[in-house]
């Protein structure tokens, strides 16, 4: 009771008491101290409510004052009779007053026919304040605030207030005004509050039970953090002493390779002496002779002479370069190496009711129970009084907090879109429909291998596709392992090309201003493709792969976006990466390797990039590269940390997309890569959506950073492409529903691929292709279906395109494409 009757704010006894809509109370001064704001915030719920809405606590005041009036009958001081001077005997709970002995009997002669109730001091020092509130309420009779000496008896239904039966007859008259007995009205009252608090119990009790879970939680967290931090401090001195041990090594194979090559030196630096000196005693020798030598002495010195000068003649001094040797020390970029690891969160969705929906549900049960209480009491007896619903408040948390407005960066992290509202509103509800518990799992390369590129794979786990029957079409199961593989299908070779700049020079060609047009390649590709959803397809037990339509929806809410860019040695179908870049708001990734392919003149001159004696170079500048293996484990790596993203780019449909999954597919990296992506997404494509009437011709990324953001950047250098481009994304500010409209897969664009003979062949049209691989056929299963049953096979399996075309030109389709593999066969 002591709690009740403090404070939230001063912790003092409260005064002057005001009612929040939390129900919970403070006084009229830190009231005050909140005047320059309309709302008001609890200090112990921290529920905001508007000035407004304030109440007087009348019940809180009363109890106060009750609490006063205890405490100094408790001292056992001497109290004043409220009418004289002398000490007090006595208490009127009526007339709230302290009597003597002469004023109790004077009190009692004057108001007997009142029947005021009067306490001795005495037995009022022996209550508890709840016994002498109990005495105080029971003793003490409500009266007419309009009609003197009235008792309230009644309660008007009709004005929902207080009134005594001379109100009946002036005021509320009936058959206007409704009334009943107060008496019975109050104990109505309080069963129905009663329940109320029943239910209440109830839900605390589920709430306390979330309490304990949310802080076993957090206790938990703590502990594995700490256990971490430990296993992290662990892992970094394990790491330098791998280093320390690693430079050791080196040192050591630095002065065996120096020792190895100083002693063939100081060999050949002897024998080179040696010979000097011979050179010089045939000198002295040759000289004296000449000099002072008889003729008999030269004839008999002669012959061996010459021959100790012949074969000093045919010493040779050798080449002093042949010896000279470099050893260069090649610095090792530890970042990508992930020495120690790496911190992984996942979001492990909850199989039950998330928490915060839980409170959300606890919240609306409590209200749905407990609020119609008084509507139906008021209602069952003909009032006109309707039940009102609860106000919903929609608040917009950031980071901090605070309110925060739309941002159209790439990240929609916590921001959950409305499918029936207009596509263009975004909304951060207070609840979210979809909370997670985040747990972080920490990936560790083994201590004893640190090589480049040895990265631990994703623990995402694979699709695994429906295998549907195949008794429906007539087809055997196992007779389709029989069958050939894909038409065309071409082995990687990972091996590098040995080629120099002047053989470039001879085998190349001229290609003026290719770069410039890179862009432009995806200018007759449609940028508005069906959303229609796709039917469960069953044939050769493969189920194609659509791309997300309506029922295969990709929540971009739920992922952040990386824009990525390629510079390459060309634009055909097979050049080479040169450079790979990447960003993510602040995060950014950039990585060069050699090609393996020569750089075409064109490109070279737009990029800046050349090769000389295998190394790169950047406007005359080498670069630090490394192998392409290694710079696609770093990329993988680099998405890993982003827990699945939107993959964006300027034309990477038609362009980036299809090089980087051959790359990936020559290095079996492919799988992998898709399990750590949600989906691409062409810019160019969503910037033609979106500003098809906005009189823009040219829709190159440069062209559009100049248009849009009025400014320009270094084009043609891959990092400096990306944060333009998210920089233009920012600009262009599309919806979720937008955005899903333009997004597809690896598997969609390997499908529309694997369809080009079937276009070169006229056996269907771009147009056709594009809605086959979005349908998720390929060319490999459709040639299955129509090889294992000719005839109907393949009409059957192409059923779902008749959604998409006439059933005229669906029959016409089906018959050239079966006309096309029986050319083939």
């Given at each position: 009771?002591?709690?009740?009757?403090?404070?939230?704010?001063?912790?003092?006894?409260?005064?002057?008491?005001?009612?929040?809509?939390?129900?919970?109370?403070?006084?009229?001064?830190?009231?005050?101290?909140?005047?320059?704001?309309?709302?008001?915030?609890?200090?112990?719920?921290?529920?905001?409510?508007?000035?407004?809405?304030?109440?007087?606590?009348?019940?809180?005041?009363?109890?106060?004052?009750?609490?006063?009036?205890?405490?100094?009958?408790?001292?056992?001081?001497?109290?004043?009779?409220?009418?004289?001077?002398?000490?007090?005997?006595?208490?009127?709970?009526?007339?709230?007053?302290?009597?003597?002995?002469?004023c109790f009997e004077a009190h009692q002669v004057f108001i007997a026919k009142d029947s005021h109730s009067v306490e001795s001091l005495e037995s009022l020092k022996v209550m508890s304040f709840?016994?002498?509130?109990?005495?105080?309420?029971?003793?003490?009779l409500p009266y007419c605030p309009d009609h003197d000496k009235q008792a309230i008896s009644i309660f008007c239904r009709t004005c929902s207030k207080s009134i005594c039966t001379t109100c009946t007859v002036l005021m509320h008259k009936p058959p206007d005004h409704e009334y009943r007995d107060i008496?019975?009205?109050?104990?109505?009252?309080?069963?129905?509050?009663?329940?109320?608090?029943?239910?209440?119990?109830?839900?605390?009790?589920?709430?306390?039970?979330?309490?304990?879970?949310?802080?076993?939680?957090?206790?938990?967290?703590?502990?594995?953090?700490?256990?971490?931090?430990?296993?992290?401090?662990?892992?970094?001195?394990?790491?330098?002493?791998?280093?320390?041990?690693?430079?050791?090594?080196?040192?050591?194979?630095?002065?065996?390779?120096?020792?190895?090559?100083?002693?063939?030196?100081?060999?050949?630096?002897?024998?080179?002496?040696?010979?000097?000196?011979?050179?010089?005693?045939?000198?002295?020798?040759?000289?004296?002779?000449?000099?002072?030598?008889?003729?008999?002495?030269?004839?008999?010195?002669?012959?061996?002479?010459?021959?100790?000068?012949?074969?000093?003649?045919?010493?040779?001094?050798?080449?002093?370069?042949?010896?000279?040797?470099?050893?260069?020390?090649?610095?090792?970029?530890?970042?990508?190496?992930?020495?120690?690891?790496?911190?992984?969160?996942?979001?492990?969705?909850?199989?039950?009711?998330?928490?915060?929906?839980?409170?959300?549900?606890?919240?609306?049960?409590?209200?749905?129970?407990?609020?119609?209480?008084?509507?139906?009491?008021?209602?069952?007896?003909?009032?006109?009084?309707?039940?009102?619903?609860?106000?919903?408040?929609?608040?917009?948390?950031?980071?901090?907090?605070?309110?925060?407005?739309?941002?159209?960066?790439?990240?929609?992290?916590?921001?959950?879109?409305?499918?029936?509202?207009?596509?263009?509103?975004?909304?951060?509800?207070?609840?979210?429909?979809?909370?997670?518990?985040?747990?972080?799992?920490?990936?560790?390369?083994?201590?004893?291998?640190?090589?480049?590129?040895?990265?631990?794979?994703?623990?995402?786990?694979?699709?695994?596709?429906?295998?549907?029957?195949?008794?429906?079409?007539?087809?055997?199961?196992?007779?389709?392992?029989?069958?050939?593989?894909?038409?065309?299908?071409?082995?990687?070779?990972?091996?590098?090309?040995?080629?120099?700049?002047?053989?470039?020079?001879?085998?190349?060609?001229?290609?003026?201003?290719?770069?410039?047009?890179?862009?432009?390649?995806?200018?007759?590709?449609?940028?508005?493709?069906?959303?229609?959803?796709?039917?469960?397809?069953?044939?050769?037990?493969?189920?194609?792969?659509?791309?997300?339509?309506?029922?295969?929806?990709?929540?971009?809410?739920?992922?952040?976006?990386?824009?990525?860019?390629?510079?390459?040695?060309?634009?055909?179908?097979?050049?080479?990466?040169?450079?790979?870049?990447?960003?993510?708001?602040?995060?950014?990734?950039?990585?060069?390797?050699?090609?393996?392919?020569?750089?075409?003149?064109?490109?070279?001159?737009?990029?800046?990039?050349?090769?000389?004696?295998?190394?790169?170079?950047?406007?005359?500048?080498?670069?630090?590269?490394?192998?392409?293996?290694?710079?696609?484990?770093?990329?993988?790596?680099?998405?890993?940390?982003?827990?699945?993203?939107?993959?964006?780019?300027?034309?990477?449909?038609?362009?980036?997309?299809?090089?980087?999954?051959?790359?990936?597919?020559?290095?079996?990296?492919?799988?992998?890569?898709?399990?750590?992506?949600?989906?691409?997404?062409?810019?160019?494509?969503?910037?033609?959506?979106?500003?098809?009437?906005?009189?823009?011709?040219?829709?190159?990324?440069?062209?559009?950073?100049?248009?849009?953001?009025?400014?320009?950047?270094?084009?043609?250098?891959?990092?400096?492409?990306?944060?333009?481009?998210?920089?233009?994304?920012?600009?262009?500010?599309?919806?979720?529903?937008?955005?899903?409209?333009?997004?597809?897969?690896?598997?969609?664009?390997?499908?529309?691929?694997?369809?080009?003979?079937?276009?070169?062949?006229?056996?269907?049209?771009?147009?056709?292709?594009?809605?086959?691989?979005?349908?998720?056929?390929?060319?490999?299963?459709?040639?299955?279906?129509?090889?294992?049953?000719?005839?109907?096979?393949?009409?059957?399996?192409?059923?779902?395109?008749?959604?998409?075309?006439?059933?005229?030109?669906?029959?016409?389709?089906?018959?050239?494409?079966?006309?096309?593999?029986?050319?083939?066969?």
């Amino acid at each position: 009771m002591a709690q009740f009757l403090q404070c939230g704010t001063c912790f003092c006894d409260i005064t002057s008491p005001k009612l929040l809509s939390c129900l919970h109370s403070i006084c009229q001064t830190c009231l005050k101290d909140q005047d320059g704001c309309h709302v008001v915030t609890c200090p112990t719920c921290h529920q905001p409510t508007e000035k407004a809405e304030v109440k007087d606590n009348k019940l809180l005041s009363d109890l106060q004052s009750k609490l006063d009036i205890l405490k100094q009958i408790a001292r056992g001081s001497d109290l004043s009779c409220s009418c004289c001077n002398f000490s007090a005997r006595s208490m009127c709970f009526e007339c709230e007053k302290f009597l003597c002995q002469k004023c109790f009997e004077a009190h009692q002669v004057f108001i007997a026919k009142d029947s005021h109730s009067v306490e001795s001091l005495e037995s009022l020092k022996v209550m508890s304040f709840q016994e002498f509130l109990a005495t105080a309420r029971k003793k003490r009779l409500p009266y007419c605030p309009d009609h003197d000496k009235q008792a309230i008896s009644i309660f008007c239904r009709t004005c929902s207030k207080s009134i005594c039966t001379t109100c009946t007859v002036l005021m509320h008259k009936p058959p206007d005004h409704e009334y009943r007995d107060i008496k019975q009205e109050a104990q109505e009252q309080k069963d129905n509050l009663a329940k109320m608090c029943t239910e209440l119990c109830k839900k605390e009790d589920a709430f306390e039970e979330i309490l304990k879970k949310l802080l076993n939680l957090k206790g938990d967290h703590q502990s594995r953090m700490k256990e971490l931090k430990e296993q992290i401090k662990v892992s970094v001195k394990e790491a330098v002493r791998k280093v320390k041990q690693k430079g050791q090594a080196l040192l050591k194979e630095l002065e065996g390779i120096h020792k190895g090559m100083d002693a063939k030196m100081s060999k050949n630096l002897l024998h080179m002496e040696d010979v000097q000196k011979r050179i010089e005693g045939s000198k002295d020798l040759l000289e004296n002779m000449i000099k002072y030598a008889t003729d008999e002495e030269v004839m008999e010195m002669q012959k061996f002479v010459k021959s100790s000068l012949q074969q000093l003649r045919r010493s040779k001094p050798g080449n002093a370069d042949a010896l000279d040797f470099t050893v260069e020390f090649k610095k090792t970029d530890l970042e990508p190496l992930n020495l120690l690891g790496s911190l992984v969160v996942h979001k492990d969705m909850v199989t039950e009711t998330n928490l915060v929906q839980t409170e959300f549900n606890l919240l609306s049960t409590t209200t749905q129970q407990l609020l119609p209480v008084f509507s139906q009491n008021h209602s069952s007896h003909g009032s006109t009084t309707t039940q009102q619903p609860l106000p919903v408040f929609s608040q917009h948390h950031s980071s901090h907090g605070s309110t925060t407005t739309q941002q159209p960066l790439p990240v929609f992290s916590w921001v959950h879109h409305n499918p029936t509202a207009p596509s263009s509103l975004l909304t951060a509800p207070f609840f979210s429909q979809a909370s997670t518990l985040i747990k972080i799992k920490r990936e560790r390369q083994d201590d004893e291998d640190i090589k480049p590129g040895t990265f631990l794979a994703s623990e995402l786990p694979p699709k695994r596709p429906y295998k549907p029957s195949l008794e429906k079409l007539g087809v055997s199961p196992a007779s389709l392992n029989a069958l050939p593989p894909n038409v065309g299908q071409k082995t990687a070779d990972d091996s590098l090309l040995d080629y120099s700049d002047d053989e470039c020079e001879e085998t190349q060609s001229v290609v003026s201003g290719m770069m410039e047009n890179k862009e432009n390649t995806g200018d007759s590709l449609n940028s508005k493709e069906s959303d229609k959803g796709t039917p469960l397809l069953e044939c050769a037990g493969c189920l194609p792969s659509p791309a997300p339509a309506a029922d295969q929806h990709i929540p971009v809410e739920d992922h952040s976006i990386v824009f990525f860019d390629l510079e390459t040695t060309g634009l055909g179908s097979k050049c080479d990466i040169i450079q790979l870049s990447a960003a993510c708001m602040e995060k950014t990734f950039n990585v060069y390797m050699v090609p393996r392919t020569p750089i075409v003149k064109g490109a070279s001159a737009v990029t800046g990039f050349t090769v000389r004696r295998h190394k790169l170079y950047l406007h005359h500048h080498p670069v630090q590269t490394k192998t392409h293996r290694d710079c696609l484990m770093s990329f993988l790596a680099f998405l890993r940390a982003l827990d699945r993203p939107l993959l964006a780019g300027h034309n990477i449909k038609r362009f980036d997309c299809p090089i980087l999954a051959r790359v990936l597919e020559e290095f079996q990296l492919n799988e992998e890569f898709k399990l750590l992506v949600s989906g691409f997404l062409d810019t160019l494509i969503l910037s033609k959506d979106l500003l098809q009437n906005t009189g823009i011709k040219s829709f190159k990324q440069e062209n559009l950073v100049k248009e849009l953001l009025k400014k320009s950047y270094p084009a043609h250098n891959a990092l400096e492409d990306v944060k333009a481009l998210q920089d233009l994304y920012s600009a262009l500010r599309p919806t979720p529903a937008q955005i899903t409209s333009h997004l597809f897969t690896l598997d969609h664009m390997e499908s529309h691929t694997s369809l080009q003979p079937l276009v070169e062949g006229k056996a269907i049209s771009k147009t056709t292709a594009q809605k086959l691989a979005r349908l998720g056929f390929n060319f490999e299963k459709m040639k299955r279906c129509h090889l294992q049953n000719p005839s109907e096979g393949l009409r059957q399996f192409l059923e779902p395109l008749k959604e998409e075309l006439k059933n005229s030109m669906f029959t016409k389709t089906v018959d050239k494409i079966c006309a096309f593999f029986k050319i083939e066969q």
